[in-house]
């Protein structure tokens, strides 16, 4: 299976929620152009990989980003200045019936 074309990311800010905030669990924002160029969609289930372990959050295009940065919220594992990759998370290929 060809590997998946997903350049570093810079995080560039870390937000960490507290029980009752309304906007809560593991979140990454970038620009639309970096999602385009990873074939995401806002609203899509991702995973970051990021120096220690991978993690899946929900991806949100923020176009006041600066090219090349992210932002992410509730991720384990992931500090800012640290580089990371966002991939799809469902695979390309349809998968084929057992039948």
């Known amino acids: 299976m060809p590997e998946e074309y997903s350049p570093p990311l810079r995080v560039v800010g870390f937000v960490a929620t ?11 924002r970038m620009r639309q152009d970096e999602a385009e160029r990873r074939l995401l969609r806002d609203g899509d289930l991702v995973r970051i990989e990021g120096p220690r372990r991978q993690e899946f959050a929900v991806l949100h295009v923020d176009d006041a980003l600066p090219r090349g940065a992210a932002v992410v919220r509730d991720v384990a594992g992931v500090a800012p200045s640290e580089v990371v990759r966002v991939r799809k998370l469902e695979p390309s290929e349809p998968r084929r019936s057992l039948s």
């Open 18 to 28: 507290r029980r009752g905030d309304p906007d809560r669990g593991p979140e990454v």
